[in-house]
Structure formats: structure tokens, C-alpha cells
């Protein structure tokens, strides 16, 4: 089974997208392996703001191929980091749809060791047949210094920064752009200059305290004096700003990770007020109200689930968090927000003699999982109790497995892939072959056509010169018979004597009309004359059309012929190359054949090329018989249902009536002739083709085959913007004009003229263009 071009083209950048996703989960599996070892706890930007980095997700998925890689939160437990003293960049380029092959597209940028710019989207999008690209690319960081310095003592590391701290303290570095924003004056060659003032104490903190070998010395001590400058010199100037520590920023660092949880996240909220009914049943505010006030103090609630018992409303309810580490982190401030306001659990928990006013809440764990009463009994029906340790060991083991198979599936793609490349190469070499001996058997049929056309183009003209000679002739002969008929009847008067004569002339003037009806009947034997000339055309055509079959068969059968010859001097080397007697015996057999096959083979060029010639002779005739009798139909006086129509030119009337809708009388006519004008150049630009392919069998075919054929692409974006501003009549006015060019003249696109019987809405036949004029030839006389 042969591919096409397009087939081979996809899969050579299916080939060269599975192989990049292989390296970037070997690199992946490297980089955690090799930050796993480190306690360090790095902070970063995050949209902009300063917090601890949070779980996101990116996903890659193509029919068979899936891949998935997770950051969590970063502590000592954490199973995989990213390293931040290099530059790290992702992007994923495509476009083109194809079924069943759906991208998750996330784009990210680790340009320092403080700060990561994330855009992500969740819409899905096609890999398609026009263009796949994945470029991963893992680029170090550049540096003002070259060298890289290793072995460093302590005491050259502190003499380098305590002289750039001198410099900065002296004003000869500037760091301090305004008030609000700041510049690393050790690094110029980043894409980002300007910074807040806690942004670049991360990236001064990150790049001066960072483990990594590949930043040197210099850069490292010269980011240390920057950190110290911005603590000691410019703390004051920029206000009080808090140190970027886990601890102080995100609640989630500090809570114990070996603690139960119940999972999914939830709230405990109790001591809400409610109030009594007439029918002696409690109730309260709605949970929905209550989830609004907490989303508006930042807590991002999912949802807020009152719990009710048989005597209404318990005055308690549950606080619903997200199911990732983001609503932890909302779920922990929420606790840490009551528990300073001295609404905790604690304060809950606490004996005391004055009345609890107000609503107390708190995280959900274990002793709430398991009391007996009614908050007790609605999270065991809703959750399980997990450390945070547990779910990121969980979700470290499903990463594990999710490499481990996409390892071992890119490697069963890559050799199908290979495969697959060298059948294609060999189909194209194939193609390639057929596609040069076709053009060169298309351009001879076009020359032989082009000579047929100029010969009957001739014969036509010379039938009409004859027949114009011989009308004038008739007409002058029947003018002069006419008035000698009337001075005739004039002498009849005169006399008796005259009238002898008359009666001779008269009787000469009948011998005279007698052989005048004679020409006539001699010019309808002409017109008959022609009119088998076009019946004799029309069979020519019908045989030409007939021939034009055969050829294509015989030419299909030509190259199975051609095939069938290669197949069996392949089989005739291999059995020169064996020595039994029975092979020896099949080569002279296949040789004998193969004889055979080349003999039917020359044959079939023969027969072919005489087919060509023929055909071509033909096709030139009917199409130079076309041309002049458009040409004649010109010149014709009068309106009739055979008239020379232009084919893809515009009716201006439904532009003019919609621009009368819009503007008034005078203005709509220079507008319409505006956009007619416009649509026009639309319709000659050959870069614009709002046609699609499709492939019909069965009933739907001409022949009842397979067979491709090009139909009006309904979803092009200005015959949409033409239809819904201007309306109906106007799109079809447009789709009419195209539709015509594209029959009649796709190559050129500009109007051409055309015989067109307006009676039955299609293109006149020559038989019906002969037929019409001679008629009114006939009607002259």
C-alpha cells in the first residue's frame, strides 16, 4: 500500500515530535533525580506575585503518547523540582486539525532563579497534517563573566562581594530606576531589566546563594553584595517589606505534613446563628451566602454545605476547598484568619464562663473525622483522612509509571516510524517517476490539440465567407428581378402593341425567378450541408470523448503493464543467480514473457499516441467552430434565448438594493459601485479559493465510482462577513460569479463570454448555435 506526499510529510514530524518528547523525559527524569538531594526551599513569582510555588500541570496528549509532569509544593518531600540556576523553555508550535489527537498547550519560562512567567490554556487544539513542531530546548543561563571558577576559597568569595557592595554603596552601579522600580546591574543581557523592589531581592537571593556549578564566581558574589545592598541600603526607601520565607507567605510550609487531613480539603464552621419558626424548627442563612463572604476575604470556597438533623438547621456547616494544593493553601489561611480573630478551634474548645458569639471555623483533621456527632458522621460520608505526605508519595508513584510507559511506547513509535519513513521514500521515488512521464504526455496533447483548434478555426471562417458571398449575390439579383417587374407593369398600360412585349418580358422574368427558386433551393442544400458538418462535429466529439476513455484506460493498463514487466525481471535476476535446473527453466519462461509484455507494451504506445493525435485534432476543430460562432452571435441585433453571456461577472442589482437599505438614493449607487468594484478584485485574486475536495461514491458519483469533486467551502470567513453584512442576495451574487470563473475559467479568473441559453439556464450547445443561425439567416431572405 503506497502513501502520499501529505502522509509522508506527517510522519516525518510525528517521527521528530516523539523523539524531542523522549529527550525531555530523560532530562525531566535527570533534573528530579538531581534536585530531589537538595533542602533548599526556593521561592518565586507567581503571576506576579510573591508566593510558594503551587501545583499546576503540564499535559501532552496524542492519540497513543501521554505525558504528564507535575510540580508540588516545594519542601523536603517534594518528589520532583525544576532547576532554577538554568534557563529552562518549553514551546509547543501547531496547527492543522486531525481526529483524535488533542493538545493541552502550556508554554513556560524559567529565565532566572526567582522568577517563572506561566501562561497556560485549557482549550484543545489539533495535530494536524500541515505542520507539528515540538522544540525543547534547555539553554544555560548567560553570564558577564566567561570564566567559571570552581575552587573558590571563602576568602576570595567574601573579598569579591564586600568590592561590589563598595561599588554599589558609591553609586557606581545605579540599581534604583524610581521609586517603584529597579534594574540588576550584573545582568544585562536579560530580556527583563525593570523590577520590583521583592522581585529583585529573589533574584539576587537565587542567584548569589544558588548551588549550581554552572554560575560562576563572580556572578554568584556579585548577586550576594546586590542582596545585601537592597537589605541594608534600600529596605527604608522602599518601606518595610518582608523577608521571602515560606513560613511568612504561605500557611501550607508551615503546618505538619505528617498530619491527617480529611481529603478533599474541608472546612468546619459552627456557632452560626440561626433562629427559630413557627412550626418550632431552626434555620439559618444559606450556604451559598456564606461562601460569597468568604470568597470575597480571599478563601476561594468551592462550595458551603449547611448540615441540618431533625430539628432543622444545626447551626453548623462544611466549608468545600479545591481538590489540589492551591485549596489547601485557601483552607489553611481560612483557619489561620478565625484563629486570629480568636475564632478557632481552640477558642471553640475553650471553657470559659461568657457566652461564644459569633462563627468559630477551622481545617478539618482527624478528631473531626471520628467524633461522634453530626460533623463527625457527614465527613466520613464524604472524605478520607491523608497526610500531605501520603498524597504526594501517591502522586509521585503515578508519575513513576506514567514515564515508565510513555518510555517504552515512544520506542515501539520510533521503529514503526522508521519503518514507515523508507516505505514512504521508496512510494515517492515512484510517484516522482509517473508524475514526469505524465507532463510530458500532457504537453504533447496540449500541442496537438493547439494545431487541431488553428485548422478547423480556418475551415470555419472560409464556410462563412462563402456563404456572406452568395447571400449578397442572391439579394442584388432579386432587387433588379423586382424592379423589372414594376417597369413591366407600367408598359402594360401603353398600348396593345406593347403588351406583346410585355408579355415576352414577363415570361422572362418567370425563366429568371425560376432559376432564382433554383439558387434557393441550392442555398438550403448548403444549410443542410452545414448543419451535418455540425452533426458530423458533434459524432467527432462523442468519438473524441470516447477515445479520451479508452486512453486513460489503456494508459492505466499501460502502467500495470510497466509494473508487471519490473516485477519479472526482478524475478528473472533473482533465478540467473540460481543454479537448480527447474529455476533455470522458469527464467527462460519469465524471459520469454517478459518479450511478450514489452511487444504489447510498444503496441500500446503506438495505439496511444494515434488516439492523442486524433483527439486532439478534434478538440481544436469544436473549439475554433465555438469561437466564431460567439463572435457571430456578437454581432446580432435584438434579445432571444440564445445570447453571449460573461461568464463571473457581477449583478450590481442586489448590491444596489442593499445599499439602498442603508443609505440613501445618492449615496447607495457610489456605494455599490464601491463594493462591486471591491468583490470584483476578490474575484480575480487567484489566491482566494473558498472551494473544498470531497470524495463521493456510490449514487452521489458521475460514474458510480469514487471520485473526487470541488464544492463551495461554506465556512469561508468573507463569504461569512459578506452575507451578514450586506444579506442573502448579495453572498449569492458573489457565489454565482465565482462559481462561474471556476468552470469556466479557474487558470485565468477574469470574465470570458459564453453561449448561453437563457431559456433552459444552461450553456448552449454548437448544435443549437448553428441551428439558431441559420434560422434567422433563413428569416432574412
Request: aromatic share 8%; charged share 35%.
Amino acid at each position: 500500500m503506497g502513501v502520499n506526499p501529505g502522509q509522508f510529510g506527517e510522519l516525518k514530524n510525528e517521527l521528530y515530535l516523539r523523539r524531542h518528547c523522549f529527550e525531555f523525559i530523560e532530562e525531566t527524569k535527570r533534573l528530579g533525580a538531581r534536585e530531589s538531594r537538595s533542602s533548599e526551599v526556593n521561592k518565586f513569582n507567581f503571576h506576579g506575585q510573591s508566593s510558594q510555588l503551587q501545583p499546576w500541570r503540564f499535559t501532552l496528549l496524542d492519540s497513543e503518547l501521554s505525558l504528564s509532569l507535575h510540580f508540588l509544593s516545594l519542601n523536603q518531600r517534594a518528589h520532583m523540582r525544576v532547576s532554577f540556576s538554568s534557563s529552562l523553555s518549553l514551546c509547543l508550535l501547531y496547527c492543522g486539525p486531525r481526529p483524535r489527537s488533542h493538545f493541552a498547550f502550556v508554554a513556560f519560562l524559567l529565565s532566572d532563579n526567582a522568577s517563572l512567567c506561566c501562561f497556560s490554556s485549557s482549550h484543545a487544539f489539533g495535530l494536524g497534517d500541515c505542520c507539528q513542531v515540538l522544540f525543547i530546548k534547555f539553554m544555560e543561563s548567560s553570564t558577564d563573566d566567561s570564566d567559571v571558577d570552581t575552587d573558590v576559597s571563602e576568602s576570595e568569595m567574601d573579598e569579591r562581594e564586600s568590592k561590589s557592595y563598595d561599588e554599589l554603596k558609591n553609586g557606581k552601579r545605579i540599581v534604583k530606576l524610581s521609586h517603584e522600580t529597579f534594574t540588576c546591574p550584573y545582568c544585562t543581557k536579560k530580556r527583563k531589566r525593570d523590577f520590583l523592589y521583592k522581585d529583585l531581592l529573589q533574584h539576587a537571593s537565587g542567584v548569589g546563594k544558588s548551588p549550581s556549578n554552572k554560575r560562576s564566581t563572580k556572578e554568584k558574589a556579585n548577586h550576594l553584595a546586590l542582596l545585601k545592598y537592597l537589605e541594608k541600603d534600600l529596605a527604608d526607601a522602599v518601606g518595610p517589606s518582608k523577608p521571602a520565607t515560606a513560613s511568612n507567605n504561605d500557611p501550607v510550609m508551615d503546618c505538619n505534613h505528617d498530619e491527617k487531613f480529611v481529603w478533599p480539603w474541608r472546612g468546619i464552621v459552627v456557632n452560626i446563628p440561626t433562629r427559630r419558626t413557627d412550626d418550632g424548627r431552626f434555620v439559618g442563612g444559606s450556604g451559598s451566602k456564606f461562601r460569597d463572604e468568604l470568597k470575597e476575604r480571599g478563601f476561594n470556597p468551592s462550595r458551603v454545605t449547611p448540615l441540618w438533623n431533625y430539628r432543622g438547621h444545626s447551626g453548623c456547616a462544611i466549608v468545600e476547598f479545591n481538590k489540589d494544593w492551591p485549596g489547601l493553601h485557601n483552607a489553611i489561611s481560612f483557619e489561620r484568619a478565625y484563629e486570629a480573630d480568636r475564632h478557632g478551634k481552640k477558642d471553640w474548645l475553650a471553657n470559659g464562663t461568657t457566652e461564644k458569639l459569633g462563627v468559630y471555623a477551622w481545617v478539618a483533621r482527624a478528631d473531626d473525622y471520628n467524633s461522634n456527632n453530626i460533623i463527625g458522621e457527614h465527613l466520613r460520608k464524604i472524605g478520607d483522612l491523608k497526610t500531605i505526605s501520603e498524597i504526594i508519595q501517591e502522586e509521585a508513584r503515578k508519575q513513576d509509571r506514567l514515564v515508565s510507559n510513555l518510555t517504552s511506547i515512544i520506542e515501539l513509535k520510533n521503529k514503526h516510524l522508521t519503518e514507515m519513513e523508507k516505505r514512504c521514500n521508496e512510494t515517492s521515488a515512484t510517484v516522482d517517476s509517473l508524475m514526469r512521464e505524465i507532463e510530458k504526455l500532457l504537453q504533447a496533447y496540449n500541442e496537438e490539440i493547439k494545431k487541431i483548434q488553428l485548422g478547423a478555426r480556418d475551415h470555419l471562417k472560409k464556410i462563412f465567407s462563402d456563404h456572406e458571398k452568395l447571400k449578397l449575390k442572391l439579394e442584388s439579383q432579386k432587387k433588379e428581378f423586382e424592379l423589372r417587374g414594376r417597369e413591366l407593369e407600367k408598359r402594360e398600360a401603353q398600348n396593345e402593341n406593347e403588351s406583346k412585349y410585355l408579355a415576352e418580358e414577363i415570361e422572362k422574368y418567370e425563366v429568371r425567378n425560376s432559376s432564382l427558386q433554383l439558387a434557393e433551393l441550392e442555398q438550403q442544400k448548403a444549410d443542410e450541408d452545414f448543419m451535418k458538418l455540425a452533426d458530423d462535429q458533434k459524432k467527432q466529439k462523442e468519438d473524441l470523448h470516447d477515445r479520451i476513455i479508452r486512453l486513460e484506460k489503456q494508459l492505466d493498463a499501460k502502467q500495470a503493464l510497466e509494473l508487471e514487466i519490473e516485477r519479472l525481471r526482478g524475478t528473472l535476476n533473482v533465478m540467473k543467480h540460481m543454479e537448480d535446473a527447474e529455476d533455470v527453466q522458469k527464467a527462460e519462461s519469465i524471459l520469454k514473457d517478459l518479450s511478450e509484455k514489452e511487444r504489447d507494451l510498444e503496441e500500446l504506445d503506438d495505439l496511444n499516441q494515434a488516439l492523442i493525435v486524433k483527439q486532439r485534432k478534434s478538440n481544436d476543430e469544436l473549439q475554433e467552430a465555438r469561437k466564431e460562432i460567439i463572435n457571430a452571435f456578437k454581432d446580432l441585433p435584438g434579445r432571444s434565448h440564445l445570447r453571449i453571456k460573461r461568464m463571473g461577472e457581477l449583478d450590481t442589482k442586489p448590491f444596489h438594493e442593499a445599499m439602498k437599505k442603508i443609505y440613501n438614493e445618492d449615496e447607495a449607487d457610489e456605494r455599490a459601485s464601491e463594493l462591486c468594484s471591491l468583490w470584483a478584485e476578490y474575484l480575480k485574486d487567484p489566491d482566494w479559493h473558498p472551494f473544498k475536495v470531497i470524495k463521493v461514491e456510490g449514487k452521489d458519483a458521475p460514474d458510480g465510482k469514487e471520485k473526487e469533486i470541488e464544492i463551495l467551502d461554506d465556512e469561508d470567513e468573507k463569504l461569512k462577513g459578506l452575507k451578514k453584512d450586506y444579506g442573502e442576495e448579495v453572498c449569492k451574487a458573489v457565489i454565482s460569479a465565482l462559481v462561474e470563473i471556476n468552470e469556466y475559467n479557474p487558470s485565468g479568473r477574469y470574465i470570458t463570454s459564453e453561449l448561453w441559453n437563457y431559456q433552459e439556464g444552461k450553456r448552449a450547445t454548437l448544435r443549437e448555435g448553428v441551428r439558431f443561425l441559420l434560422d434567422k439567416l433563413n428569416r432574412s431572405n
